[in-house]
Each structure stands twice: as C-alpha cells, then as structure tokens.
C-alpha cells in the first residue's frame, strides 16, 4: 500500500519534471524562431546627379515583406517610391508594388510578397525626384 502510493508520487514527479523539460524545450523553440529574419539589403545606383544614395533592405514579416528604403536625400525631402517590374535599364513604367514615399530619407513599407518573390526577378526599386516630377528618377535598384 505504502509502496503504491510513493510509487505513484514518484510518477506523477517523474511526468511533472518531463512536462516541465518538454515546455522548456518549446519556449527555447519558439524563442529560436525570430519574429523578424536579418534582413538582406542591396545599394541603390545614384541616377540624374540626385545626390541620393542609400541602401533597400528586405525583412520577411510572417511571409509578407517590410521594405525599408534608406538614403541620403541629396536635398530631395519627399520623394515617390515603387517597386517596378523590369529592369532600371528597362522599367515597366506601371508599379507593381507602390512605397511609402521617402521622406527625409526614410520609407518603410509591407509590401504583400514574400522576399523570395521579390527576389524571384524581374523587378526594381525605383525612387522618383518628387511628386511634382515623377518622370525624373532619382535612383534605382534590380532586386536580387
Ligand atoms: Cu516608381
């Protein structure tokens, strides 16, 4: 009877410590899982003596992408951003995916694509002088 019971106790303690290693082990898990993966970046190629030059990072958010364009404005406070189809040789002037417009050099956007849809090709970031003067870019990347 005595023995049952410490039997018993020595059990229930034996499953309490495994559930508390196996609730460890999934928080350590889901710790491991960032909310947000490093995110890659590319250079933008300065256009039209603008001044403007700066980085397009990429960061997965939950399968969607948050595009931030960072730059040094060159003077240019608020300017139009997309990402296009095509090229910056050879940009398919209708935006796939419009930007937040750059202001003070900073645009930060969730665009609904994945970042290996983004990087599949076929598509550039471009950035426009302002929204009184769209057809003169300021500066341009292909994404890949
Ligand atoms: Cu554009």
Redesign the pocket.
């Known amino acids: 009877m005595h023995d049952t019971a410490q039997d018993r106790i020595g059990l229930v303690g034996a499953l309490t410590r495994l559930l508390a290693i196996a609730a460890s082990v999934a928080i350590a898990l889901s710790a491991c899982q960032p909310a947000a993966g490093p995110p890659r970046t590319i250079t933008l190629q300065t256009l039209n003596d603008s001044g403007v030059r700066g980085t397009v990072s990429f960061r997965d958010v939950g399968g969607r992408t948050q595009v931030e364009v960072h730059v040094e404005p060159g003077g240019h406070p608020d300017m139009?951003?997309?990402?296009?189809p095509g090229t910056c040789d050879d940009?398919t002037?209708q935006?796939k995916f419009?930007l937040e417009n750059v202001r003070n050099g900073v645009s930060v956007t969730v665009v609904p694509a994945s970042i290996d849809e983004l990087f599949a090709g076929g598509l550039a970031v471009?950035?426009?002088k302002s929204n009184d003067d769209?057809k003169t870019?300021t500066a341009c990347v292909d994404i890949q």
């Open positions: 139009p951003a997309h990402v296009h940009l002037p935006p419009p471009n950035i426009h769209l870019y």
